[in-house]
């Protein structure tokens, strides 16, 4: 199993920059964290778990949910297992409980992601 700890999270204003790690150990059926497709979740009080982007294996190929397109930024560090998740200009409705995720599959859908970090909190507030 791949384990995860996202760190990062914080309290900030609207307008604002974080950047969020996620520190990647250990393998999953097999595969080791340059193998695994890496995601971004996060879940707001109340909500469901959402997507917000994801990284290839190689870090080659990036996608977003379209209300952080300009603005975030996934990228990974095969050499020293990271994933990031750079956020600028942050919004009220970024806040929420930020979750690293790694999957063999090239996927949005969080039910195809099998390791989950324990997540870090972001809030946005004026």
């Known amino acids: 199993q791949v384990q995860l700890e996202e760190s990062g999270g914080g309290l900030v204003h609207p307008g604002d920059s974080l950047r969020l790690s996620c520190a990647a150990s250990?393998?999953?059926?097999?595969?080791?964290?340059?193998?695994?497709?890496m995601a971004w979740f996060r879940q707001a009080p109340g909500k469901e778990r959402e997507f917000v982007a994801r990284?290839?294996?190689?870090?080659?190929?990036?996608f977003y949910r379209d209300s952080v397109k300009g603005r975030f930024t996934i990228s990974r560090d095969n050499f020293e297992k990271t994933l990031h998740l750079q956020m600028v200009n942050l919004k009220h409705e970024d806040t929420g409980v930020y979750y690293c995720?790694?999957?063999?599959?090239?996927?949005?859908?969080?039910?195809?992601?099998?390791?989950w970090g324990q997540g870090t909190q972001v809030t946005v507030s004026s």
């Open positions: 995720a790694a999957s063999e599959r090239w996927t949005a859908d969080k039910n195809a992601y099998d390791d």
């Open positions: 250990g393998r999953t059926s097999g595969r080791i964290f340059p193998e695994m497709h």
């Open positions: 990284i290839d294996t190689v870090g080659a190929i990036t």
